[in-house]
């Protein structure tokens, strides 16, 4: 009897130490899946890969934005009109304006009212790279003059004349995320830097020869010469996810868009992939050349064909179309 007790006793203890284990197991997971949901979700007036791809593409309030030789604006029963008569590109839309650069007049900071499409001067230092967040528009101006560096301009009271510069740095791909501002910094070979809103407490993330980023679901990913990379924003626990090299990098709906677009010359691999978020099942789009990649959740991925004298295509995410943006709603 007293040794029937003692095995009831162990089996007893086991029973708990398994529950224990597992209770461990599944609160583990738990807490781990709500960290992957506690990431900064700031809208800056597209998503961070179209912002990183100079958007040529956004949509709001059901209507889809374009930008080709003018933008156009197509509404909810799928008409196309023209409603501003710039050449355009890097939309993003805040508090009811599109923004965008302005190729007609210097490649200055414009905006247009979603309601009547007036348009008026926002910065005239010229750049790319629009964020929005607070109601002040981050932007890099054009590396290699004599203005170069990222600029900041105050929504609720706009000077054109007078944008606040923050940093002097030759910045490509600006992005903000978490409080910070990113950049690849051409002064610097390529590498990957951040600093704060006032241009304080640089760092760098990540090294060398990056050539595009952006931010997905709290982790950053990147490409540099030795192919794609995933990792936190401040570069720790990197992962090589491909050797694939690229100049356009978008990421959307758990899948890498991206494409080295080196002209219609050279040696690199020019056709437009596809990939899992940890770089399998990679695919080819199509063999044509593509760069200001731009993703909407119409179910489309926009780029411009650079094989195609860079006309505006999309590929539905089945890839299953491939058509002629332009053709499709006879603007050209």
């Keep these: 009897m007293e040794k029937k007790q003692k095995m009831s006793k162990k089996t007893l203890y086991m029973i708990i130490a398994g529950a224990a284990a597992v209770i461990l197991i599944v609160a583990t997971a ?101 964020n929005i967040v607070d109601n002040v528009l981050y932007y890099a101006s054009l590396y290699g003059t004599s203005y170069s560096g990222i600029y900041k301009m105050d929504l609720a009271n706009i000077d054109p004349q007078n944008p606040e510069q923050i940093t002097i740095d030759w910045a490509e791909n600006l992005l903000y995320y978490d409080g910070r501002l990113y950049f690849v910094n051409e002064a610097d070979a390529g590498r990957l830097y951040s600093i704060n809103l006032d241009g304080s407490n640089r760092a760098v993330s990540a090294g060398r020869a990056t050539s595009c980023f952006t931010f997905y679901e709290g982790n950053l990913y990147y490409v540099n010469v030795y192919g794609t990379f995933r990792a936190k924003p401040d570069g720790s626990n990197r992962t090589q996810l491909s050797e694939i090299r690229a100049s356009s990098l978008n990421v959307h709906n758990d899948k890498i868009y991206q494409c080295h677009n080196a002209g219609q010359g050279g040696n690199y691999d020019q056709q437009f992939y596809c990939m899992d978020l940890n770089g399998n099942n ?34 539905d995410e089945e890839n299953t179309v491939f058509e002629n943006v332009l053709k499709l709603y006879n603007v050209n």
């Excluded at 710039?86 to 923004?99: A, M, R």
């Excluded at 080819?284 to 489309?300: P, Q, R, W, Y």
């Design 30 to 130: 738990l807490t781990t899946y709500i960290s992957s949901q506690n990431y900064d979700k700031t809208w800056i007036g597209n998503t961070h890969s179209n912002v990183a791809n100079r958007a040529v593409v956004a949509e709001h309030n059901g209507k889809l934005y374009f930008a080709d030789d003018a933008i156009y604006e197509v509404d909810e029963s799928n008409q196309c009109r023209e409603v501003i008569d710039y050449e355009g590109t890097d939309l993003v839309i805040h508090d009811g304006y599109l923004y965008f650069v302005n190729y007609d007049d210097n490649q200055y900071i414009y905006r247009a009212n979603l309601e009547t499409y007036e348009t008026e001067l926002v910065s005239a230092v010229s750049g790319g790279y629009i």
């Design 282 to 315: 990679v695919e080819v789009l199509t063999t044509d050349s593509a760069n200001n990649i731009c993703c909407l959740e119409d179910g489309f991925i926009y780029f411009r064909n650079v094989y195609k004298s860079h006309e505006l295509y999309r590929i």
